[in-house]
């Protein structure tokens, strides 16, 4: 069963909550951000305490604003970053991060905060032998079922607290003891502001296989269309088969991994973002983040994504088609960026964000 909270209008602005914010353990927190996860508990973090909350960030090494006190390990490649993912551990390094997540349940039982916002994927944030005390924690569901996380959260029971999901679409796929509370990201649309707009298109994200870039370029190519790319190699062997070929003659450019304020003025001169995912996306906030510049988008109607968007001044695709994407992307370019900008101020502030999440804080606290 999933609800959707109720509109932030309705919702009333308690005093300061204490709130631990758990994150996950992969990447830091900080600018440019590894990926939209990394990019919503930051901007999150700061919306929280612009609200007049008191907020401990617990997050891996390097991260910015966050309690050193216990952090988290990260992931250490070596002498092998080659081998790097988003989703696989070199030996060891899984067990090191478990630990770590032990020890720091532990700590947030000690420390007694008014409420827990778990967005790790980590089962040991959870009850367990080796930390079964309470906890008043909301965990936001990110992403489609991980097995582990799902046994776990069925083992807890109603002590696993309550959870939140990114999209109805997410929310579908877990079974939990509570009601899901369906909690669409938020975008600060006091940083992503109105840009002049051009001619080329711009695909910016995580290079993995999963977000499909290299449908991107097929159907831009298609359309004659310039395409930048921005983001970081999320999976080497993808991006050396797929990427790096497509990158040899025509006007398609691989940008690197662009800091947050060159990446939002270049998403603002484009005239259209183009959005692939590959599977069942659970939010895109790439999508939203290049509506409040304006600039409008074309996407796969897939997963959340295809959700959120439907009756948005986006342009969908079929998933997968490159000729369907190539018509979206061109139908996209003459969707006026005015209403663009207008719709995400309107359905997808993190303000809204942030107002929705604390109303569930209490709910938590008085269960």
Same mark, same amino acid.
């Given at each position: 069963m999933t609800v959707t909270v109720a509109s932030s209008a309705a919702i009333s602005r308690p005093a300061g909550l204490r709130i631990a914010f758990v994150a996950p353990a992969r990447y830091p927190i900080r600018e440019p951000y590894?990926?939209?996860?990394?990019?919503f508990c930051h901007t999150m973090v700061k919306a929280l305490r612009f609200e007049g909350h008191h907020v401990d960030l617990f997050a891996a090494k390097g991260s910015d604003g966050h309690c050193a006190e216990l952090e988290l390990p990260g992931v250490n490649w070596g002498a092998h970053p080659e081998e790097a993912s988003d989703t696989g551990y070199p030996p060891g390094e899984r067990e090191r991060e478990d630990r770590a997540f032990v020890r720091l349940r532990r700590l947030l039982v000690r420390r007694g905060y008014?409420?827990?916002?778990?967005?790790?994927?980590n089962p040991w944030i959870f009850p367990s032998e080796h930390s079964p005390d309470h906890l008043p924690m909301i965990t936001t569901l990110h992403t489609p079922v991980i097995d582990d996380l799902q046994r776990v959260i069925a083992r807890a029971g109603a002590e696993?607290?309550?959870?939140?999901?990114?999209?109805?679409?997410?929310?579908?796929? %877990?079974? $939990?003891?509570?009601?899901?509370?369906?909690?669409?990201?938020?975008?600060?649309?006091?940083? &992503? $502001?109105?840009?002049?707009?051009? $001619?080329?298109?711009? &695909?910016f994200g995580r290079l993995v296989p999963e977000k499909g870039p290299h449908l991107a370029i097929d159907a831009c190519r298609l359309l004659g269309v310039p395409l930048f790319l921005a983001g970081r190699k999320g999976d080497h062997a993808y991006f050396e088969a797929e990427i790096a070929p497509r990158l040899r003659g025509?006007?398609?450019? &691989?940008?690197?991994?662009?800091?947050?304020?060159?990446?939002?003025?270049?998403?603002?001169?484009?005239?259209? $973002?183009?959005v692939?995912?590959? %599977?069942?996306?659970?939010?895109?906030?790439?999508?939203?983040?290049?509506?409040?510049c304006g600039t409008p988008v074309a996407?796969?109607?897939?997963?959340?994504?295809?959700?959120?968007?439907a009756g948005a001044p986006a342009r969908l695709?079929?998933?997968?088609?490159?000729?369907?994407?190539?018509?979206?992307?061109?139908?996209?370019?003459?969707?006026?960026?005015?209403?663009?900008?207008? &719709?995400?101020?309107?359905?997808?502030s993190l303000v809204q964000t942030a107002r929705r999440y604390t109303q569930l804080y209490q709910e938590a606290i008085v269960t």
């Open positions: 590894a990926g939209g996860l990394e990019a008014d409420v827990v916002h778990n967005n790790s994927l696993a607290g309550e959870f939140a999901a990114v999209s109805h679409a997410t929310a579908g796929q %877990w079974r $939990t003891p509570r009601p899901i509370q369906v909690i669409p990201n938020g975008v600060n649309v006091a940083e &992503w $502001t109105p840009g002049p707009g051009g $001619t080329a298109a711009v &695909w025509g006007n398609i450019r &691989w940008l690197g991994e662009l800091s947050h304020a060159a990446l939002r003025s270049l998403v603002g001169a484009c005239a259209v $973002t183009v692939t995912p590959r %599977w069942e996306e659970p939010f895109g906030l790439v999508a939203f983040e290049s509506m409040a996407a796969f109607a897939r997963g959340g994504l295809g959700e959120l968007l695709a079929e998933p997968d088609d490159v000729m369907s994407l190539a018509r979206a992307i061109h139908a996209a370019m003459h969707v006026r960026r005015d209403r663009v900008r207008e &719709w995400v101020v309107a359905n997808h």
